[in-house]
């Protein structure tokens, strides 16, 4: 399965996909404040889209970076699991 078609699907075809969606469905133990934090930090490694130059401007993920940050996720929880599985 595409993660990407499925995400497309979940979020209507938007491209990018607000900072505040994506907390909600995917980190919900962070704000949409906290997130944008961990994400400038580096401890999530995942790209935030500004709609305009300005610092206020909304911001978001594109959904193939979310789609790519998703299945590098699970390829990690792969990995462990067959380590400890064999």
Known sequence: M????LLM?????K?????EDLCRDY????TPEK???KVRSGD????LVRVEESQKAAKGVHINDLAEYLDDR???ALREYHQFHR
């Open 44 to 47: 999530i490694k995942i790209p």
């Open 74 to 76: 699970r390829a990690a």
């Open 35 to 37: 997130f944008v934090r």
């Open 15 to 19: 491209a990018i996909i607000p900072v």
């Open 9 to 13: 699907a979940q979020y209507s075809g």
């Open 2 to 5: 595409n993660t990407s078609f």
């Open 27 to 30: 980190f919900p133990h962070l």
